[in-house]
């Protein structure tokens, strides 16, 4: 394998492992930022399909006129798609966008402390799950710290950096050096379940679908009301849409279990719409009907 190091002007490289809807978009981030950038996948399949999403979200920004064609074919210069994790070797940077597992993840980062660098820093993109907990006994607990990008990666300003409880204190100022290499604006928050944004936005969630099953009011009026009231960008039954219910669900259930508080739990609606595939703008249905990129009523 290439040393990226050597090869790419002695730059640091990162490496994303995972490329479903996070890895993919954490992957634009790193190569508009100008690093090599490693994308690992399970499978060539996977694979494939993760370096197509990255591929189709810069040929639209050339679209849109954000980037020139140029600039797009020099990011593609420095991604470099593989299904062997030994080939992130050489990435000083190491950010996580696997499935929402403590195990998975765990198993992910014990295998990269036998192949990376010793000055290599681990990020997490976990959304719910404890950094401290994904970091326990994988051999570099130290060098771990939660790195979690919102969605759409490429688009969203913030990411929210969380130390575990044996994050070193360097590791924390390299992470947040790296967030502003790569253009983000943080926030330092603690390895608390949800950390912030979702520690506000999944109780919010749950709150404006029991007010619907309560009759309090539509989805389209709930949806006015928190755009053209609160300011928000999106109706939150918009947002639950595009998020999908049944990641929704996931995600609720999750903090639910660890906070034990019943704002977290998922309302009856939620299994019901997921029991009818009404999922959302992934199935044509949820709280709004889709059809060819058109929005139809509740
Ligand atoms: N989707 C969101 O809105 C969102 C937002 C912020 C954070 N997150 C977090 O980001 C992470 C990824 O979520 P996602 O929505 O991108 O999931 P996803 O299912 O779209 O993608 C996960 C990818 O990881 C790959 N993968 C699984 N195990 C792997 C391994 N050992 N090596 C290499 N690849 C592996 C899978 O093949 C899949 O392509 C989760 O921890 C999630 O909680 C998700």
Same mark, same amino acid.
């Given at each position: ?21 996070? +890895?993919? +978009? ?22 494939? &399909?993760?370096?197509?999403?990255? !591929? ?19 990011? #593609? ?15 000083? *940077? ?12 765990? &198993? %992910? ?11 290599? @820093?681990? %990020? ?32 969203? &300003? ?27 604006? *943080? ?28 009759? %309090? ?6 949806? !006015?009301?928190?755009?053209? +009231? ?8 918009? #947002? ?15 903090? *639910?279990?660890? @906070? ?20 959302? !703008? ?7 009907? *889709? ?8």
């Amino acid at each position: 394998m290439a040393d990226t190091r050597a090869t790419n002007g002695g730059q640091d490289a990162i490496g994303v492992v995972g490329a479903g809807t996070m +890895g993919s +978009g954490i992957a634009v981030v790193a190569l508009r930022a100008g690093f090599p950038t490693w994308v690992c996948e399970t499978d060539a399949e996977n694979l494939d &399909a993760g370096i197509g999403r990255i !591929r189709a979200f810069l040929d639209g920004s050339v679209r849109r006129g954000k980037i020139t064609a140029a600039e797009r074919d020099e990011m #593609l210069t420095r991604l470099h798609g593989t299904t062997v994790l030994e080939d992130l070797a050489s990435c000083r *940077y190491v950010i996580e966008a696997v499935y929402e597992d403590v195990e998975v993840k765990r &198993a %992910l980062f014990r295998r990269l402390h036998a192949v990376a660098a010793p000055d290599a @820093l681990f %990020l997490t993109n976990t959304s719910t799950l404890s950094v401290t907990s994904i970091a326990a006994s994988t051999g570099h607990e130290e060098r771990v710290v939660g790195m979690h990008f919102c969605n759409p990666a490429p688009l969203m &300003a913030l990411v929210e950096i969380s130390p575990g409880l044996r994050t070193s204190p360097a590791a924390l100022e390299e992470a947040q050096a790296l967030a502003g290499r790569l253009g983000k604006t *943080y926030v330092v928050t603690h390895d608390t379940p949800g950390f912030i944004l979702n520690y506000f936005l999944i109780p919010f969630e749950n709150d404006c679908i029991r007010a619907l099953e309560e009759g %309090l009011a539509s989805v389209e009026d709930i949806d !006015r009301a928190v755009k053209l +009231g609160l300011g928000y960008p999106m109706g939150t039954f918009e #947002l639950l849409d595009t998020v999908g219910l049944d990641v929704h669900y996931a995600v609720s259930m999750r903090l *639910y279990e660890q @906070l034990h508080d019943p704002r977290f739990a998922p309302p009856p609606l939620v299994r019901r719409m997921i029991d009818a595939n009404r999922l959302g !703008r992934k199935t044509g249905h949820g709280f709004y009907r *889709y059809e060819k990129g058109r929005v139809f009523g509740a």
